[in-house]
């Protein structure tokens, strides 16, 4: 059988090796006789005739195989599916405890029955509600003395009931969600890579068989039954043995009541017999055109679907190389415009660094200017250069206008003290500016903003650098 395929969100789920691996369940289903009213298929008539009856060292079984719907493990077995899979039971292990390696017998074959018990003949159709039974044996001849005492044993305890039961096992190679809402309504949901996610949320695979509020159960596909084990200890404690019979009896439809038993070979049998056997020969080969013709429809239906998914897959495959093409385009423009961004940055950094340096430069020329400006209007006032130079240095902080004011105060005492013949004390030196003394110029220049009539503005600033320079620098030496 193929392997279950595994979707992106059951890996991120981290369920993925459960999914892949747990593709094997073991169910114990209810078991229950063949009633003797009961109309058998031709397939169980084919199986009946070929199957070794009454042999001394084969102790014959029949039991219920599966049940179709939804089990006490939320696995649900799918009519479809499960009549697929009706004869995979056939020559397959009859094991002791599931063990593999404690073979004690094999199955035989299976047949399908409704909920009465009945037979179901048609072999085409699909039953709404059925039951899978499968006939089985165990050896009971085994050259080791342990071996024949212990099914010896087994058997007897079998007769006597209540303590053996029969469990099945199926593989299957895929499944799809069964869910149920809060009214009792179900429907298959398909299992694809949308609704991957659901798969965490069944209860084989640690989820608690739920999802917002609806009930969620595995709908098994792909169903092949491998083999059944004789327990002591199932799940379903209703899962019994039917009782063991040395012959095995079948009615058919049109058979006038005819019981038609273990001597079918029989050379003597009855006439009317014979015809029964004919008229079934008959019914095979037309089931068996039936199944044929039924094949070669679902054989041309499957490979149209086929051709279809082809030619979807090969549209989706171009749709995928186109946007894959556009997205690769998208991120080399990106790439491209991220690396003209930064080469853009690059440029603006060193933009800014050059605007920084002509602004610098701007301004230290313009001190400069002005600095030679004003050391050129104290020279002309009346201070050598030297002087000059430092009292420009000391009065940078003022305005034009009161730097102005200034120069007219220091010209006018410059030019009193060099034609005052009053006072011999008095020096050239005192008539210059006294750099240290120079402070007072901030009242100056406060006065200068604080003042309010704008006209006089000019006339006090001059009265005001008059008076200080008066009391500071005018006075002769003590």
């Not at 890996?11 to 003797?36: L, N, R």
């Not at 001849?141 to 303590?163: F, L, P, T, V």
């Not at 659901?198 to 999802?211: A, D, F, N, P, V």
């Not at 610098?360 to 020279?379: G, M, N, P, V, W």
Request: proline share 2%; glycine share 4%; hydrophobic share 40%.
């Amino acid at each position: 059988m193929n392997k279950i395929q595994i979707f992106p969100q059951e890996i991120e789920d981290g369920i993925s090796d459960a999914v892949q691996t747990q593709a094997c369940v073991a169910y114990c289903s209810e078991v229950s006789y063949k009633p003797d009213n009961g109309i058998i298929d031709n397939t169980v008539v084919r199986k009946i005739i070929a199957e070794n009856k009454n042999q001394l060292d084969l102790y014959y079984l029949e039991s219920v195989l599966v049940s179709v719907g939804w089990n006490k493990n939320d696995d649900v077995f799918l009519n479809d599916e499960t009549h697929a899979a009706r004869h995979t039971p056939e020559d397959k292990q009859f094991n002791y405890m599931h063990d593999e390696n404690d073979i004690i017998g094999h199955i035989t074959g299976s047949y399908v029955v409704d909920k009465e018990g009945n037979v179901i003949a048609n072999e085409v159709e699909t039953p709404d509600n059925f039951d899978i039974v499968t006939q089985a044996v165990i050896y009971n001849s085994w050259m080791n003395e342990d071996n024949r005492e212990r099914m010896a044993q087994i058997i007897a305890e079998i007769e006597e009931g209540d303590k053996w039961f029969v469990s099945m096992e199926c593989l299957f190679a895929g499944f799809d969600y069964a869910v149920i809402d809060e009214t009792g309504k179900s429907v298959i949901l398909e299992r694809n890579e949308a609704s991957a996610f659901l798969t965490k949320h069944l209860r084989c695979y640690g989820g608690e068989g739920k999802y917002e509020g609806l009930q969620v159960g595995r709908a098994l596909r792909n169903i092949s039954f491998s083999g059944k084990g004789l327990v002591s200890k199932p799940a379903n404690p209703d899962s019994v043995i039917l009782s063991p019979k040395t012959e095995t009896k079948a009615f058919f439809a049109n058979a006038t009541e005819k019981t038609i038993n273990s001597t079918l070979g029989d050379p003597e049998m009855a006439e009317d017999t014979k015809q029964v056997i004919a008229d079934l020969k008959e019914q095979l080969k037309d089931a068996a055109k039936a199944i044929k013709d039924q094949k070669d429809d679902i054989d041309a239906v499957q490979a149209q679907k086929l051709a279809d998914a082809e030619s979807a897959l090969v549209t989706s495959t171009e749709l995928v190389d186109t946007h894959v093409k556009t997205i690769e385009e998208a991120v080399t423009q990106a790439e491209e415009s991220a690396a003209t961004i930064a080469d853009l940055e690059a440029q603006l950094l060193v933009a800014k660094e050059d605007a920084k340096k002509a602004e610098k430069f701007k301004k230290d020329k313009e001190k400069e200017d002005k600095d030679a400006k004003r050391t050129a209007s104290l020279i002309e006032a009346g201070l050598d250069a030297e002087k000059a130079a430092v009292t420009c240095a000391s009065l940078d902080a003022l305005e034009d206008e009161a730097f102005e004011s200034v120069v007219i105060v220091i010209a006018e005492k410059s030019a009193a003290a060099a034609s005052s013949d009053s006072d011999e004390s008095t020096s050239a030196e005192d008539s210059e500016l006294n750099l240290s003394d120079l402070d007072g110029v901030e009242t100056t220049e406060a006065t200068l903003v604080d003042g309010s009539d704008a006209t006089d503005a000019s006339e006090k600033v001059r009265a005001d650098v008059a008076d200080w320079f008066s009391k500071n620098v005018s006075q002769t030496a003590k």
